[in-house]
T-cell receptor, first 118, second 114 residues
Framework: DTGVSQDPRHKITKRGQNVTFRCDPISEHNRLYWYRQTLGQGPEFLTYFQNEAQLEKSRLLSDRFSAERPKGSFSTLEIQRTEQGDSAMYLC????????????????FGEGSRLTVL | AQSVTQPDIHITVSEGASLELRCNYSYGATPYLFWYVQSPGQGLQLLLKYFSGDTLVQGIKGFEAEFKRSQSSFNLRKPSVHWSDAAEYFCAVASYRSASKIIFGSGTRLSIRP
């Protein structure tokens, strides 16, 4: 059973460097989400894709953040010029939504990529 | 905009005791409501969800939750907790119109006393 996988699991970087996270969703899932979670908080919505189209972005997602899902399969989240405030767990989730089907609302989460900015 | 409040940051219960985790939501129309669990080193997992119909919903691992519209609440319950239930629990809401975006509460950490 292949779930959602994220890579790397942990990234330590210096302030000002760029980092990129990759997410491989469950293969048949057409929706892919990125969330950010800081210590003691719940996941905060960042953005989501339906196939390759990015349909919504949170205001939390500054210009330094960019996400792509070029072929509607895996996705990347890039953070440019990292700041210490970017330190967090970045969570990816996927789901399957088909037209005419009942909405299940279930997101399948990966284990996350933890970013530490020094 | 929808929001979720989990008033209890940390709860400790004895193994075998009953559990209730509180969740209050803010949303003008009929919400979709969820409870997710996050165990250490694991991804979030859906415990149960409410969309419509019977206000008492059953989930996995023996959990249930009751939707109370008048109180804007969706509390999670379990009659007898096990040590393996120790985890972080998140209540979440999605709007009926924009079911794509799920908003999470800040979570309640559950510890189990032997």
């Amino acid at each position: 059973d292949t779930g959602v996988s994220q890579d790397p699991r942990h990234k330590i970087t210096k302030r000002g460097q760029n980092v990129t996270f990759r997410c491989d969703p469950i293969s048949e899932h057409n929706r892919l989400y990125w969330y950010r979670q800081t210590l003691g908080q719940g996941p905060e919505f960042l953005t989501y894709f339906q196939n390759e189209a990015q349909l919504e972005k949170s205001r939390l997602l500054s210009d330094r953040f960019s996400a792509e899902r070029p072929k509607g399969s895996f996705s990347t989240l890039e953070i440019q010029r990292t700041e210490q405030g970017d330190s967090a767990m970045y969570l990816c989730a996927s789901s399957l939504v088909t037209s005419g089907a009942s909405y299940t609302g279930e997101l399948f989460f990966g284990e996350g990529s933890r970013l530490t900015v020094l | 905009a929808q929001s979720v409040t989990q008033p209890d940051i940390h709860i400790t219960v004895s193994e075998g005791a009953s559990l209730e985790l509180r969740c209050n939501y803010s949303y003008g129309a009929t919400p979709y409501l969820f409870w997710y669990v996050q165990s250490p080193g694991q991804g979030l997992q859906l415990l149960l969800k409410y969309f419509s119909g019977d206000t008492l919903v059953q989930g996995i691992k023996g959990f249930e939750a009751e939707f109370k519209r008048s109180q804007s609440s969706f509390n999670l319950r379990k009659p007898s907790v096990h040590w393996s239930d120790a985890a972080e629990y998140f209540c979440a809401v999605a709007s009926y119109r924009s079911a794509s975006k799920i908003i999470f509460g800040s979570g309640t950490r559950l510890s189990i006393r032997p």
